[in-house]
T-cell receptor
Framework: DAMVIQNPRYQVTQFGKPVTLSCSQT?????MYWYQQKSSQAPKLLFH???????NEADTPDNFQSRRPNTSFCFLDIRSPGLGDAAMYLC??????????????FGPGTRLTVL | GESVGLHLPTLSVQEGDNSIINCAYS??????FIWYKQESGKGPQFIID?????DKRQGQRVTVLLNKTVKHLSLQIAATQPGDSAVYFC?????????FGKGTTLSVSS
């Protein structure tokens, strides 16, 4: 089945130790998104890629970076995780943003714990 | 069935009741709206969507109503089942961003 896959599902890192979260998709969608969701809150958009074009949200901290080496994969890099970065990180895809609003499909998420 | 006029963080219903979850969105320029269901420890799952040129859309056991005049969105679930227990989020599409509203936790008891 076509889907959005996130690895790992659970990630534990130490304060200040860089960590990378992975997302892949078999939907062949042009747009990939990264969201942060803290406990009992709504998902918050960090940034997205429209094809190779990177779009950062204004309030996303510099500590968060992203890479999209090809259509299928997108990575979230947290350069120096702090305790406040502990959250669920959600990857989503949509077919084509340029053609108008489109449904976003979410992966299962990676739960990040910072010790 | 049980309904809420304004957004409430939780809604408890009995199995078989109809549920209505409400959402107020913020921007009159939003042109597309989606309801997502999120179960504990999982990513949001698409339920139903509606574009701004419509005021009602029906799916299987679910109906979304859009009132652009008051910027209000509702999700109706018919014959609610225990498997419907989850957090429900509305989301509005504004330009390139999907903005999520506050979630409502639906609890269904047998």
């Amino acid at each position: 089945d076509a889907m959005v896959i996130q690895n790992p599902r659970y990630q534990v890192t130490q304060f200040g130790k860089p960590v990378t979260l992975s997302c892949s998709q078999t939907l062949n969608h042009n747009v990939m998104y990264w969201y942060q969701q803290k406990s009992s809150q709504a998902p918050k958009l960090l940034f997205h890629y429209y094809d190779k074009d990177f779009n950062n949200e204004a309030d996303t901290p510099d500590n968060f970076q992203s890479r999209r080496p090809n259509t299928s994969f997108c990575f979230l890099d947290i350069r120096s995780p702090g305790l406040g970065d502990a959250a669920m990180y959600l990857c989503a895809t949509s077919r084509d943003q340029a053609g108008g609003p489109d449904t976003q499909y979410f992966g299962p998420g990676t739960r990040l714990t910072v010790l | 069935g049980e309904s809420v006029g304004l957004h409430l963080p939780t809604l408890s219903v009995q199995e078989g009741d109809n549920s209505i979850i409400n959402c107020a969105y913020s921007n009159s320029a939003s042109d597309y709206f989606i309801w997502y269901k999120q179960e504990s420890g999982k990513g949001p799952q698409f339920i139903i969507d509606i574009r701004s040129n419509m005021d009602k859309r029906q799916g299987q056991r679910v109906t979304v109503l859009l009132n652009k005049t008051v910027k209000h969105l509702s999700l109706q679930i018919a014959a609610t089942q225990p498997g419907d227990s989850a957090v429900y989020f509305c989301a509005e599409n504004l330009r390139t961003a999907l903005i999520f509203g506050k979630g409502t936790t639906l609890s269904v008891s047998s």
